[in-house]
């Protein structure tokens, strides 16, 4: 059990860590931090906690765990189009280390700076090992990206690459089958995907006011998009989506597992912290070219519920995936 003059010094420690922001009227230290937010805008605010041993493992260096801490929150205001502004942090430590905490907020620091967040305040507490961060940024109030404005005949995109977080956990997990396909370089790739995802910041910002809908996928592709088709529906039931399975963005390491293990990955596995969006082609064309050349249109919204694919025949077919043993593709 740490004494609290311990955590006196945490907080002092973690005082001068980020960019210092003009619209901060007091910062860390106090009972509360005093904030100035901009006229007319609206504030969109978002909490996540990773767990030791549930949301992250011991082999994740600390600076990562830092980096990623702050990345799912990161990607939470970019899924709304949202300009970061203000992070807390509530942080529960089984003791004081400071090579761990020097780590940690070294992570923390690189990504803060990277997207001039400020943090303001937090909580420090004695306990197992779990990390609170409460995001801030600011929005236009009807240029926010939320998950409801989805319309059959929209277009589906998504950022990036698609399923290399999973691929990862599942390395981690030891399979070996997917191991013997891939070099040292794939697993390091993966790894990074996995620990220090990049939240799409500016790329949710540029989307403000353009998508119909967006998210980010932390829980996997079917999942996240199955979000927007049902906030988007009208009341009592949901849209649908036809996805062309070829067309899911694969990075090099995924091209190399068999196709339907890597569509599995794609579609089913969460962490990826890419967005998934919805916006009518004109609109899209709006976007700078350095966006779309990172973006891949991957299907269509419907207006009959259901995530489909089209097969040979040209009939629609129920996408279904089996998180656990990267299976098949079943029909209904
Ligand atoms: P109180 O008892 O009034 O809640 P605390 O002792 O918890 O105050 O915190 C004192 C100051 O230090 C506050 O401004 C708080 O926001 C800040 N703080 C505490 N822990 C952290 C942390 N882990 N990261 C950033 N700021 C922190
Ligand atoms: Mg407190």
């Known amino acids: 059990m740490a004494a ?24 860390i230290g106090d009972d509360c931090a005093l904030l100035q937010a901009p006229k007319g805008k609206a504030i969109a605010v978002s909490i996540d906690t ?4 549930k949301h992250f493992f011991d082999n994740t260096t600390v ?6 801490c702050l990345a799912v929150g990161l990607s939470d205001l970019a899924a709304m189009g949202a300009t970061p502004a203000w992070f ?6 089984p003791n004081v280390d400071v090579e ?15 997207h001039g967040i400020q943090l303001v305040g937090g909580d420090t507490t004695s306990g197992p ?5 409460q995001v801030h940024g600011f929005t236009d109030v009807d240029k926010a990206l939320k998950r409801s404005g989805a319309q059959s005949g929209d277009m589906i995109y998504v950022t990036g690459t698609l399923g290399d977080a999973g691929a ?20 390091d790739y993966l790894q990074q995907r996995l620990d220090k995802p990049s939240p799409r910041v500016d790329f949710g910002e540029q989307l403000a006011g353009l998508a119909t809908a967006a998210i980010d996928i932390s829980d996997g592709l079917l999942a996240d998009l199955g979000h927007i088709l049902e906030a988007s529906g009208p009341e009592n039931s949901s849209l649908g989506a036809r996805i062309d399975l070829d067309r899911l963005p694969l990075s090099p390491a995924l091209q190399k597992l068999p196709e339907s293990q890597a569509q599995q990955f794609a579609l089913a596995a969460g962490d990826d912290y890419e967005l998934c969006f919805t916006a009518s082609p ?3 064309g709006r976007l700078q070219a350095d966006f779309t050349d990172n973006c891949t249109r991957i299907g269509i919204v419907d207006s009959k519920a259901g995530i489909y694919r089209i097969d040979d025949k040209g009939n629609l077919v129920t996408i279904t995936t089996d998180k656990a043993g990267y299976e098949h593709f079943t029909s209904s």
């Open 4 to 27: 609290p003059s311990e955590f006196e010094l945490i907080k002092q420690y973690f005082s001068a860590l980020t960019p210092s922001r003009d619209d901060v009227l007091l910062g």
């Open 50 to 53: 990773l767990v030791s041993g």
């Open 63 to 68: 600076y990562d765990l830092g980096h990623k």
């Open 88 to 93: 807390t942090l509530a942080l529960t430590l």
């Open 100 to 114: 761990w905490l020097q780590d940690f907020s070294r992570g923390l620091a690189a990504l803060a700076g990277e």
């Open 129 to 133: 090992l779990s990390i609170s961060i």
């Open 168 to 187: 990862a956990l599942a390395l981690e997990q030891g399979d070996a089958k997917l191991a013997a396909v891939l070099d040292s370089a794939d697993r």
């Open 282 to 284: 004109a609109e899209f």
